[in-house]
């Protein structure tokens, strides 16, 4: 099993940036993508952001496009997210997400993911 635990979200003014850091534990060896996905309230968690832990490529969504990366820390089991350029419609609960499985290619769909984080909340006001 693998867990995952999220730091670093906060209150920003818009433009302003922050860093999201997802540390993973336990089977950390059998992981193939890791992935930030977000929800805001009354809404449906958006992946935004995902990264193949072996070094092949990343992806985002439309809505993040250019201002957020991805990234692995030098260990492997820590995955950053950049976001720069803050928005107001970026408020919202920020997830790390992480799959063993590689039926897909570099995934945003929640459904293909099996370990999930607590979260960490970001505001970002106006």
């Known amino acids: 099993q693998v867990q995952l635990a999220e730091s670093g979200g906060g209150s920003v003014q818009a433009g302003g940036s922050l860093r999201l850091s997802c540390a993973a534990s336990?089977?950390?060896?059998?992981?193939?993508?890791m992935a930030w996905f977000r929800q805001a309230p009354g809404k449906e968690r958006e992946g935004v952001a995902v990264i193949d832990t072996s070094g092949d490529g990343t992806r985002y969504s439309d809505s993040v496009m250019g201002r957020f990366t991805i990234s692995q820390g030098d260990a492997k089991n820590t995955v950053y997210l950049q976001m720069n350029d803050l928005k107001p419609e970026d408020t919202a609960m920020y997830y790390c997400?992480?799959?063993?499985?590689?039926?897909?290619?570099?995934?945003?769909?929640?459904?293909?993911?099996?370990?999930w984080g607590q979260g960490t909340h970001v505001n970002v006001s106006s």
């Open positions: 997400a992480a799959t063993q499985h590689t039926g897909w290619l570099l995934p945003l769909q929640a459904t293909s993911y099996n370990s």
């Open positions: 336990g089977a950390t060896y059998s992981i193939k993508y």
